[in-house]
Each structure stands twice: as structure tokens, then as C-alpha cells.
């Protein structure tokens, strides 16, 4: 099997990396996962490399091999970030914004909960049975209910 692909890259030479190159970048598309497009994207490169110089087949797949990996790391790097932490924290976590703000009850509270109702949304809240027109801070979320106590 190697001799075949062999063969195959040394009668077509440059054009070969090229092909190559592409289908891996079109497996990212079938597969995403933002890893093929370094392979494929290196591939590429090594064929333009092999248009400029008369390198062996064994050479070229050694180059390909290494700036495979350089592109990977050097590319998820930059594209992931270097792990800063963000300016709005909470952007996706609509529970966890709503904590410490206070609200009035527009229904009482019973022991099996209530609703409330905060900003576009209805909201499911638990805490202690409070009558309806009571001030209510948010103190938490177990996932999308709200616990809610007296505001103070």
C-alpha cells in the first residue's frame, strides 16, 4: 500500500499534496472539528513548496508531517484564544444574571413554588410562601428554577 501512494505522489509530484490538501479540507467540512484544515492547509502548502523545489517524496512527507503539527498548534492557539477570561462571564447563563436582582411577586408563593414573571419570560421560583405584591430576591437558580427569599 505504501509503494502505491508512493507511486502515486511521485508520478504526479506537486499536484499530489495539492489533492491531497483538498480532500482533507473537504472531510473538515464532512467531519468538523477544526483539525483536517491544518493537515489539509499543510498539504497545500508542501505542494507549492514542491513546485520550487526537487525534494524526495519521504522528504515532503516529513516537511507535511511537521508543519502539520506547527499549523495545528499554532493555528488552534490563535484561533481558541490564550484562555482570557471573558467581560461578561454570565452572557450565556440567563439564571445566573438574574441573581441578586429583586422583583415583586405578581402571585403568591406557595410551598410547591410560583412563577415569575422577568423582563420577556415566565420564570418557575421556589423559596418560602410569600404573598403576592412581596419584594423577592434572587439568591441562586437549581437549573432553571430560581430560588428566591425576601428582600430585604
Known amino acids: 500500500m505504501l509503494e502505491v ?7 504526479y509530484g506537486a499536484w499530489s499534496w495539492w489533492v491531497l490538501g483538498l480532500v482533507l479540507l473537504a472531510l473538515e ?3 468538523p472539528g477544526f483539525i483536517l484544515v491544518w493537515f489539509g492547509a499543510a ?3 508542501v505542494g507549492v513548496l514542491a513546485l520550487a523545489v526537487n525534494w524526495s517524496v519521504q522528504t515532503l512527507a516529513l516537511v507535511w508531517a511537521a508543519l502539520s503539527i506547527v499549523l495545528l498548534v499554532v493555528g488552534r492557539r490563535w484561533f ?9 462571564p ?9 441573581v441578586g436582582r429583586v422583583f415583586t411577586l405578581a402571585e403568591p408563593l ?6 415569575l414573571r ?6 418557575r421560583i421556589t423559596g418560602p410562601q410569600l404573598p403576592a405584591g412581596s419584594r423577592v430576591v434572587v439568591r441562586g437558580a437549581d ?3 430560581l430560588v428566591v427569599a425576601p428582600a430585604d
Open 110 to 115: 406557595g410551598e410547591n413554588g410560583g412563577n
Open 29 to 31: 467540512l464532512v467531519m
Open 43 to 45: 498539504a497545500v502548502l
Open 143 to 145: 437549573g432553571t428554577t
Open 80 to 88: 481558541l484564544g490564550d484562555g482570557r477570561r471573558s467581560a461578561e
Open 5 to 11: 501512494v508512493e507511486t502515486l505522489f511521485l508520478r
Open 118 to 123: 422577568i423582563d420577556d419570560g415566565v420564570w
Open 90 to 98: 454570565l452572557l450565556n447563563d440567563r439564571a445566573g444574571r438574574l
